[in-house]
T-cell receptor, first 117, second 116 residues
Framework: AQKVTQAQTEISVVEKEDVTLDCVYE???????LFWYKQPPSGELVFLIR??????QNEISGRYSWNFQKSTSSFNFTITASQVVDSAVYFC??????????????FGKGTLLTVNP | GAVVSQHPSWVICKSGTSVKIECRSL??????MFWYRQFPKQSLMLMAT?????????EQGVEKDKFLINHASLTLSTLTVTSAHPEDSSFYIC????????????FGPGTRLTVT
C-alpha cells in the first residue's frame, strides 16, 4: 500500500521568509507519480507540479522549487520569499503507475501554511 | 484550459432527502472522474472512481447504494447522496482526468453539503 506523510501540520512564517514543506512517500511501485496541490481558503485545489519517478531533476518555477530525492523517498516543496497569498493548505500526493490503477491519488494530510505580513 | 465545474457550490437539504451534485469538464474530455469528500481540516478521501460508460468503482467503506455515481458522458459525472443524514454533511470534490496516462487530475471547486 502506498502512503504519503506530511509531518508538518501547520507552519507559520513572516512574509519574505523562505519555507520548506516536507513530503515523504512510501510505495512498492517502481513507476509512480508525485504531485503537489494548493488549496486556498476558497477550497478549490490548484495543481502545482507533477513528477515522474524516473525523473529526479529538481524543478524551479518562479518562487517555487521542488526537491525530489528517491534515496530518501522525499519530494519537498520550497517557497522562496513567501507572500501572504501563499497562505493555504498544501497537499502532497502520490499516484501508482500500475496499468488499470486509474492512477488514483493518495493524499498526505496536508500542511497549513500561514504567511503573516 | 482544463477547467472542471461543479454544481451546486453549496446546498442545504433536510435529513432523508436526496441531493445530486454535478461535475463537468468544460474544455476537455474526461475519461476518468473521481469523487472525494473532505471533512474540515482534513485531507481528501477518495470515495469512488468512474470511467465513462462504466460502473463506478467504490473505495472500501463507501456505501455504493448511498452515494450513487453516474458517468454518463465524457464531460459529465454526477454524485447523488441518497437519504442524506447530518453525518453526510461534508465538502465534496470531483476531479477529472483526460487521457490514459497519469496526467494531472483537475479539480472542481467543490460542493458544500449541509444536511439539517
Amino acid at each position: 500500500a502506498q502512503k504519503v506523510t506530511q509531518a508538518q501540520t501547520e507552519i507559520s512564517v513572516v512574509e519574505k521568509e523562505d519555507v520548506t514543506l516536507d513530503c515523504v512517500y512510501e510505495t512498492r511501485d517502481t513507476t509512480y507519480y508525485l504531485f503537489w496541490y494548493k488549496q486556498p481558503p476558497s477550497g478549490e485545489l490548484v495543481f502545482l507540479i507533477r513528477r515522474n519517478s524516473f525523473d529526479e531533476q529538481n524543478e524551479i518555477s518562479g518562487r517555487y522549487s521542488w526537491n525530489f530525492q528517491k534515496s530518501t523517498s522525499s519530494f519537498n516543496f520550497t517557497i522562496t520569499a513567501s507572500q501572504v497569498v501563499d497562505s493555504a493548505v498544501y497537499f502532497c500526493a502520490l499516484a501508482e503507475g500500475l496499468a488499470g490503477s486509474n492512477y488514483k491519488l493518495t493524499f498526505g494530510k496536508g500542511t497549513l501554511l500561514t504567511v503573516n505580513p | 484550459g482544463a477547467v472542471v465545474s461543479q454544481h451546486p457550490s453549496w446546498v442545504i437539504c433536510k435529513s432523508g432527502t436526496s441531493v445530486k451534485i454535478e461535475c463537468r469538464s468544460l474544455d476537455f474530455q474526461a475519461t476518468t472522474m473521481f469523487w472525494y469528500r473532505q471533512f474540515p481540516k482534513q485531507s481528501l478521501m477518495l470515495m469512488a472512481t468512474s470511467n465513462e460508460g462504466s460502473k463506478a468503482t467504490y473505495e472500501q467503506g463507501v456505501e455504493k447504494d448511498k452515494f450513487l455515481i453516474n458517468h454518463a458522458s465524457l464531460t459529465l459525472s454526477t454524485l447523488t447522496v441518497t437519504s442524506a443524514h447530518p453525518e453526510d454533511s461534508s465538502f465534496y470534490i470531483c476531479s477529472a482526468r483526460g487521457g490514459r496516462g497519469p496526467y494531472e487530475q483537475y479539480f472542481g471547486p467543490g460542493t458544500r453539503l449541509t444536511v439539517t
